[in-house]
């Protein structure tokens, strides 16, 4: 059975980083494409990075340059690594694995989900 349990949001200032974790069980994750998402109140659940089985990565726009995904293979972790913190950065973040093969930012491309972690930057 496939579990995914995300760590390492909390409360920060704008301009400030961190870095959230993923933990994969039930699933090799080297033999995996994997995302994270986001979701605000009252919005849209949507795509922020994928990092696909061959090491490609690819950003949502709003974030390149400030966010950056990885994975540990060996120790069946996915990180991201979230650097010049906005306030519209709030959201609840998920991660995401088991790719269609459709849109990537499109939550109907994945089938498993943890159960998310609260990022709330203030201004």
């Known amino acids: 059975q496939v579990q995914l349990v995300e760590s390492g949001g909390g409360s920060v200032e704008a301009g400030g980083s961190l870095r959230l974790s993923c933990a994969v069980s039930g699933y090799t994750i080297s033999h995996n494409s994997m995302a994270w998402f986001r979701q605000a109140p009252g919005m849209e659940r949507e795509g922020v990075a994928v990092t696909y089985i061959s090491g490609t990565t690819y950003y949502a726009d709003s974030v390149k340059g400030r966010f950056t995904i990885s994975r540990d293979n060996a120790k069946n972790m996915v990180y991201l690594e979230m650097n010049s913190l906005k306030p519209e950065d709030t959201a609840i973040y998920y991660c995401?694995?088991?790719?269609?093969?459709?849109?990537?930012?499109?939550?109907?491309?994945?089938?498993?989900w943890g159960q998310g972690t609260q990022v709330t930057v203030s201004s």
């Open positions: 995401a694995i088991n790719w269609n093969g459709g849109t990537w930012t499109r939550q109907n491309a994945w089938t498993d």
